[in-house]
């Protein structure tokens, strides 16, 4: 049985994607549940994208079209979450393509859970013609804006989907005092804590409704540039934010996190990047969080002695593991 009863804006920010938006704008289109509207944001394109948003417009008017200088993803948002309508908000990212029952479903669940965030399950690949079906039996979680927080460390696939943007029905009210840091690609890391935070209830189904798209020209695919470290500061955003809510395992969880990805970002930035400022910076804030005894469980290297050796002499232990990296190539 069909629920349609608020409207739901469904907001597609866009750059330079004219291969693949066709794709995407028409999976929203297909939709079973009807009562949409369309929120198509041009970010400067410089190919054919923005021709391409106004064709749809002039055939469906559930579709507005927005086109402005170029600002980044950050503004997108902020500007789309300004300018919907709807009660409940559901991002799509322009190259991605979803389910034909997506909102339906994330709707139906919401309603029924009386929760404020419906998210669904995704797969991701490099296919353009990947069709959605479900095997498994379909299970139902609902959880509370502790344990919601929780799985953004359960692991990889769950600290992917609760940081994302898309995949999910956020009520557009949650958004109240929240706006996505101008200037950063990895946007969706600073945001998700926030918004999760003001849930009462998340409503999570194992259903694949939503599909990743993977391509080498997108922000992930392109070769390393300091932009892409800036996921960094929101790692650290997150070890503050669990002090003040006062959930002292959480602030260890993100503390621990943000160690790894330091020790992780320093060869990268070292030697792909050869950025002298940033291994600094990486330096000084290992040193700031580290507290002697620290440990990654969860990483089967990160042993006391290894973070202790990090925190003594990264360069050491770096040029050690590249060392040991050559004498295994060998010996093979």
Known sequence: MKIENELVSVIIPIYNVDKYLAACIESVQKQTYQNLEIILIDDGSTDGSGKICDEYEKTDNRITVIH????????????????????????????????????????????????????????????????????????????????????????????????????????????????????????????????????????????????????????????????????????????????????????????IQYLHSLIWEYSRAKDILHNKEMVKHIKREYRKYYTFGTENKEVENETKGYMLKFYLSPFLLDFMGKVKGKLKGKLR
């Open 68 to 255: 402005q200088e170029n600002h980044g993803i950050s503004q997108v948002r902020n500007r789309g979450v300004k300018e919907a309508r709807g009660t409940y908000i559901f991002w799509i990212d322009s190259d991605d393509y979803v389910s034909e029952s997506i909102v339906e479903e994330l709707y139906h669940n919401l309603i029924e859970q009386n929760a404020e965030m419906s998210i669904c399950n995704y797969t991701q690949g490099s296919e353009r013609t990947y069709t959605f079906v479900h095997q498994e039996e379909e299970r139902l979680e609902v959880f509370d804006a502790r344990e919601g927080l929780e799985r953004i460390y359960k692991n990889h696939h769950y600290s992917f989907i609760m940081a994302a943007s898309w995949a999910k029905l956020i009520k557009k009210s949650l958004y109240e005092g929240c706006e996505y840091p101008e200037g950063k690609i990895f946007e969706d890391i600073y945001m998700s804590h926030k918004l999760i935070s003001k849930c009462k209830r998340i409503v999570y189904t194992n259903k694949t409704m939503y599909y990743y798209y993977q391509w080498p020209e997108s922000i992930l695919g392109k070769k390393l540039y300091i932009e892409k470290l800036d996921y960094l500061g929101a790692f650290e955003e997150r070890i503050h934010f669990f002090k003040k809510l006062g959930y002292a395992e959480l602030v260890e969880k993100a503390r």
